[in-house]
């Protein structure tokens, strides 16, 4: 199990650093540099890799299996896309109420939700993509 959740948070920070740092001009006007922004993406990273974890032992609660990384199948990635796209919003909009942060003009917007698109695929795409390269490591390993 420790070599699994290692090998879960290294592919997601990897993923995610490289996310956060793409999408980080979109959000408000005040973006300046890469190098200027990074502590904030770094900061930012580690919170998605906490997510990362918090999913893989939810899912390992509920499938009462310390090993099911290895095991994924399709409900499995049904599953933590649905949980990444509820969790993704759910941070999106707090966020945004609390005023914790805000989006640019360029930053495309989800109707009725009004939270950004780029984050709620951040966590749809890049927590499903994260488990399966892990599963493909652990396999290899």
Known sequence: MKKEIIMLATVSFLLHLVWENLQA????SDYISFAQHFPTCLIATFGDVFIALIVYYFIMVVKK??????????????????LGLLIAIGIEQNALLLEKWGYGATMPLIPYLRVGL?????????LPISFYLTKKLIRSA
């Open 65 to 82: 299996d310390t090993h099911w990384i290895a095991k994924q199948d399709v409900s499995d990635y049904i599953a933590i896309t649905f």
């Open 118 to 126: 780029l984050p709620i695929l951040q966590m749809t795409i890049l």
């Open 25 to 28: 001009p979109l959000y408000g």
